[in-house]
């Protein structure tokens, strides 16, 4: 319920809105405080979204090998050199065929690897006596740098022999 004054609106205190600059510099404070405290983990946050990023690539870049060989009934090619992945027709190799290529940003590099995929999806070298977790081929990323821990997760291709690709978020306990 609103109350009327008897007073003259002349008489009023006047209503303080805003801050002070004292509130303010206190604030700022507090910021910048939380800023400096986070720093250290923010570099780990972004070190980690890269190498996640270039995993998630080259993830696409074999899945994308994989139904062009299906797609074309041809062997399919997949390289890595540094940060650049290429996908290339395979079925005669002096006379191969550039399907796509990528590069791998922020820096992010693979281990030079070459997986050819057969008409039927399969890597070619699935006959080889498979590893105890049936991997027939794998490719891990990394970061100049940077060594891979628990903190910082470089990612791992993995190519099993039955066909199945996977990105396994840490190389080191996949």
């Known amino acids: 319920m609103r109350h009327l004054s008897t007073r003259p609106a002349a008489r009023r205190p006047a209503v303080r809105r805003g801050l002070t600059l004292i509130e303010l510099m206190l604030a700022i404070t507090i910021a910048t405080f939380l800023v400096i405290a986070a720093a250290p983990n ?7 979204a890269r ?33 650049q992945v290429q996908v290339l027709e395979a079925q005669d190799t002096a006379a191969m065929t ?28 699935r006959a080889v006596v498979p590893s105890v977790d049936f991997v027939a081929a794998s490719v891990d990323l990394s ?6 821990s628990s903190e910082q997760r470089c990612p791992g291709l993995r190519v099993d022999a039955g066909g199945g690709i996977r990105l396994c978020t840490n190389k080191l306990s996949c």
């Open 42 to 48: 923010f570099a780990d946050y972004t070190n980690n």
């Open 51 to 83: 190498l996640r990023e270039g995993g998630t690539t080259l993830q696409t870049e074999a899945l994308f090998a994989q139904s062009e060989a299906i797609k074309r009934n041809r062997v399919v090619r997949l390289t890595t050199s540094g940060s």
């Open 143 to 148: 970061l100049p740098g940077i060594t891979c």
């Open 98 to 125: 550039l399907l796509r290529e990528r590069t791998l940003g922020g820096g992010v590099t693979a281990a030079t690897a070459t997986i050819d995929f057969t008409p039927r999806g399969y890597p070619v070298n």
